[in-house]
């Protein structure tokens, strides 16, 4: 059974830089038929996919444009987990945040399967 | 973007009566792998999304039979065949097909 337990401060000042971490168990992070996402919800944006980081032979990261000049998401293989960074918030970045591993195989892409418990983050001086 | 967009946003329902979400998206999400990437979740108040349904008909393990997803192209539809109570939330349709991932605003379901 896969689980995935997110931590990180649910309180970040403007332009101070948000980070999240996901840990992983039941599955690693540098797995050949998955990739580790960070998703966000609030009442203004709903669900909004921000970005991934994944294992084919080597490391890629793909990020959603909404957010591609602040976010950086890393693996840890070390721990399995990995995390998020985003840069310059604002209290439009106000949402809670999940990380969500999503699965894929040669039948094609199934989207994301287990979700971590989801992180309130509050922008707020 | 492709942007999903679901009907109803707000659906009342009886116990053990059937409901319908529909989604609709602004492109075909016909995959050139011959793939289509229509996924259904179900939300309940202060939980995840749960997912239910993956391309487009295929229900998830654990799911109930009285699930079920349809539809093709830009078309969708998750159905309940009799609505329980533990039905009640929001449910959520998303693609896969187009860069980046979108989801729908949602359904909320309640009982009447």
Known sequence: ?125 | DVVMTQSPLSLPVTLGQPASISCRSSQSLVHSDGNTYLNWFHQRPGQSPRRLIYKVSNRDSGVPDRFSGSGSGTDFTLKISRVEAEDVGVYYCMQGTHWSWTFGQGTKVEIK
Do not use: M
């Open chain 1, 1 to 125: 059974q896969v689980q995935l337990q997110q931590s990180g401060p649910g309180l970040v000042k403007p332009a101070q830089t948000l980070s999240l971490t996901c840990a992983i168990s039941g599955d690693s992070v540098s797995s050949n038929s998955a990739a580790w996402n960070w998703i966000r919800q609030s009442p203004s944006r709903g669900l909004e996919w921000l970005g991934r980081t994944f294992y084919r032979s080597k490391w890629y990261n793909e990020y959603a444009d909404s957010v591609k000049s602040r976010i950086t998401i890393n693996p840890d293989t070390s721990k399995n987990q990995f995390s998020l960074q985003l840069n310059s918030v604002t209290p439009e970045d106000t949402a809670v945040y999940y990380c969500a591993r999503e699965q894929s195989d040669s039948s094609g892409w199934y989207g994301p399967d287990y979700w971590g418990q989801g992180t309130l983050v509050t922008v707020s001086s």
